[in-house]
């Protein structure tokens, strides 16, 4: 999904493996699986906590299927944070192969 030049997006397969990802997604979602070492802060959250989001680095943001996230990545952006949205989400992520977990003894999957 391309949300135009506002929103610089990029694919889940190319998220470099070391980048700061932002999982914006509910906590029910982000139980069910998520990437490994990213991080979690809810949309709904985000105002309260952006300042635990670095500024001296790419932000890669990523929700269930890019929706949120890119509307996260235009705020990050205009507040001055350098934000990309990964575009498709974590159903991009897992169609990608990428790496997931859970929180529970049960197999991830994208909620």
Known sequence: MNFGEDVPA???ADIP?????LDVRE???WDAGHAPHAVHIS???L????????????????CRSGIRSAQVTVALNQAGWL??????????WAEAG???ESVSDNPPYVA
């Open 17 to 21: 493996g070391d980048a700061y990802l």
């Open 27 to 29: 906590q029910d979602e």
């Open 43 to 45: 949309m709904a959250e």
């Open 83 to 92: 934000a990309r949205n990964v575009d498709g989400g974590m159903k991009r």
């Open 10 to 12: 990029v694919d889940a």
């Open 47 to 62: 105002s309260d906590r952006a300042g635990e989001v670095p500024r001296d680095q790419d932000v890669y943001v990523i």
């Open 98 to 100: 990428r790496p997931m």
